[in-house]
């Protein structure tokens, strides 16, 4: 077993700052971080295209057996292009450009980040807006 | 129009026989509707709407923790077909930008929650 050390700062200037104010009328400097267990590691670097395609296969990584809730780990996601908008799914794989699509979790525009649990009851899916080489990095954290 | 910098930093010492040490900055224009950090009680197989389908196409940058410290009971994060996606255990947190169009919905599992949440919409 290993500890990852995730941890998350989200700053912002009070509302009135006269450079970069953030939302609030007070400045935001919230710190969350944990320490998660894990028994696996894997990461890749993606080149996505406008044809869906499965990114994390569930299945592979726990043999069709994972309990939600109980088995799983965390994503770490990155949109790595310049231009190319990064769409990922939960479920069947399935084209996920269109808005209002239900398997669609999120959407990561250029330069943008995501990090959330993952409990392998179905993959993850990967599209994008157009071809992007070495669009997406990604990592998977299995809990130990 | 405002400014939220998230910073995202994972380290480990273990996890490969080299050192991990990842850290990840954006500056995010965001505005409204936004809700400022805060907590609930979900109740134990109950459901609390952190952002709720609004209809409209969008993102919204949403963190979310569970705030328990003590427990086994956990945070299902679920999409709009009520599906679970990730859990959260105690003091495990996400941050990400779901689809508005698709909202996010938390439930406690096992018994009591307390979660902390914010979300900052997309502008």
Do not use: C
């Not at chain 1, 970069?20 to 670097?45: E, F």
């Not at chain 2, 965001?30 to 409209?56: C, E, R």
């Not at chain 2, 923790?65 to 947190?93: W, Y």
Request: proline letters at 3%; a negative charge; aromatic letters at 8%.
């Amino acid at each position: 077993m290993a500890i990852i050390t995730p941890t998350l700062t989200l700053t912002s200037n009070a509302s009135t700052a006269t450079t970069d104010p953030g939302p609030l009328s007070i400045a935001l400097s919230l710190a969350a971080t944990d320490a998660l267990t894990v028994d696996s590691v894997q990461a890749k670097v993606v080149t996505v295209s406008a044809t869906h395609a499965i990114l994390w296969d569930a299945s592979a990584i726990s043999d069709g057996t994972a309990t939600a809730g109980t088995d799983g780990g965390f994503v770490y996601l990155k949109n790595q292009h310049a231009t190319v908008n990064v769409y990922i799914g939960f479920g069947s794989s399935a084209a996920l450009q269109a808005d209002d699509n239900t398997t669609r979790l999120l959407t990561l525009k250029p330069g943008e980040f995501a990090w959330l649990p993952w409990d392998l009851t179905a993959d993850l899916i990967v599209d994008a807006s157009d071809d992007g080489t070495d669009a997406l990095e990604t990592w998977y954290f299995d809990r130990g | 129009m405002a400014t939220l910098t998230p910073t995202l930093t994972l380290t480990s010492t273990d996890a490969t026989s080299a050192s991990l040490s990842l850290s990840v900055t954006d500056s995010l224009t965001v505005g409204a509707p936004s809700i400022g950090v805060s907590k609930k009680v979900i109740g134990g197989g109950t459901s609390f709407n952190v952002y709720t389908d609004s209809g409209t196409d969008g993102s919204a940058y949403v963190y979310v923790k569970n705030a328990n410290t003590s427990s086994a009971f956990t945070a299902e994060l679920k999409n709009d077909a009520d599906e679970a996606f990730g859990t959260l255990h105690n003091e495990e947190f996400a941050f990400y930008p779901i689809d508005i169009n698709q909202g996010l919905t938390v439930t406690a599992s096992g018994g009591d929650v307390t979660i902390e949440y914010a979300y900052w919409t997309k502008a």
